[in-house]
């Protein structure tokens, strides 16, 4: 079963609002530009040892342990990352217990060129479906960009990611060219390339985003609380979880901690 609930998609209609133009990647290259060599990359924390005083962090740098020391940290890391940090002393046993039973989605999106944007033609079902493949959504994806060619973007999540998550790309991309074509037929005549990215096995997340499962009610307000020296902040610790503004949410509520502690 298909649904479209959209069927125009020309370029100067859809100067959608809510959308960073150019890519949502501008937000945060644009606020590390203004902190310059004060981010650095590529070197994941494995280690926090903490007390009153302060914190040192063990992060990993070509290979080797370097160690970090400051009066506080805030951890934004995930809870899916956090639960394998080695932390000295342990957190809290309630906090230990969020951290390691915090609930995930699973996400995957897959992002496909056609060299026309058939989805446009007068008897197509439209460019914004919802469907009961393992696609789930799928939407035109290059709507800001200039034609002639065109990206598809399946956006799909639950049982679904999970069950394309076990095929390796080319068969990921396979399955959603298949799926495709039950939806516009001639998909086959105008198809390019693909890219998939599978969110659930970025190392750097290992999920989407949390949700509060059954049972973890109060969950949040647990990862959110303060340790001692220790602060923490990202989207699975704010009010409004899952989203762009929950992160940044966390993070003014961690600098409010700190900056009370400073009075
Ligand atoms: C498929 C998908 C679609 C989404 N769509 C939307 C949307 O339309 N609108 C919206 O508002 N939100 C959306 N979100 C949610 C939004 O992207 C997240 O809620 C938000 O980015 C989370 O921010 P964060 O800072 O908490 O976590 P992240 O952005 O994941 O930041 C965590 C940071 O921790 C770092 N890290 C990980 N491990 C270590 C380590 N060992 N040492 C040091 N650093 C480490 C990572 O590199 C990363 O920089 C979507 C998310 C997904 C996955």
């Known amino acids: 079963m298909v649904l479209s609930n959209t069927r125009t998609s020309s370029f100067s209609?859809?100067?959608?609002?809510?959308?960073i133009f150019g890519g949502n990647d501008q937000l945060p290259k644009t606020l590390a530009k203004k902190l310059g060599k004060k981010i650095i990359y590529n070197r994941p924390?494995?280690?926090l040892d903490h007390d009153s005083k302060g914190v040192t962090l063990s992060i990993k740098e070509n290979q080797r342990l370097v160690k970090i020391?400051?009066?506080?940290?805030?951890l934004a890391i995930p809870a899916t990352i956090l639960k394998d940090i080695e932390i000295s002393p342990g957190f809290s046993p309630e906090k230990t217990n969020c951290i390691n039973n915090?609930?995930?989605?699973?996400?995957?999106?897959?992002?496909?060129?056609y060299g026309k944007r058939f989805w446009d033609d007068k008897n197509s079902i439209g460019q914004r479906v919802f469907t009961d493949t393992p696609l789930r959504r799928v939407y035109h994806f290059s709507i800001d960009q200039p034609g002639p060619k065109g990206i598809l973007l399946s956006f799909t999540?639950?049982?679904d990611a999970i069950k394309l998550g076990r095929l390796d790309n080319n068969r990921r991309l396979e399955a959603a060219r298949r799926a495709c074509t039950n939806i516009w037929?001639?998909?086959a005549n105008f198809w390019e390339k693909g890219i998939v990215?599978?969110?659930n096995e970025d190392p750097w997340v290992k999920a989407s985003y949390s949700f509060a499962g059954v049972g973890q009610k109060g969950f949040r307000e647990t990862l959110a609380k303060p340790e001692g020296s220790v602060y923490f902040a990202g989207e699975h610790t704010a009010i409004q979880r899952a989203s762009m503004n929950g992160a940044i949410e966390s993070?003014?509520?961690?600098?409010e901690e700190i900056k009370k502690t400073a009075t």
Do not use: D, F, P
């Open 102 to 113: 915090q609930q995930y989605g699973h996400a995957m999106k897959i992002a496909m060129q």
């Open 197 to 199: 990215k599978y969110w």
């Open 45 to 47: 924390l494995q280690r």
């Open 157 to 159: 999540s639950g049982e």
């Open 185 to 187: 037929a001639q998909t």
């Open 13 to 19: 209609e859809n100067t959608v609002e809510g959308r």
């Open 69 to 74: 020391s400051a009066k506080k940290c805030v």
């Open 251 to 255: 993070g003014l509520r961690a600098a």
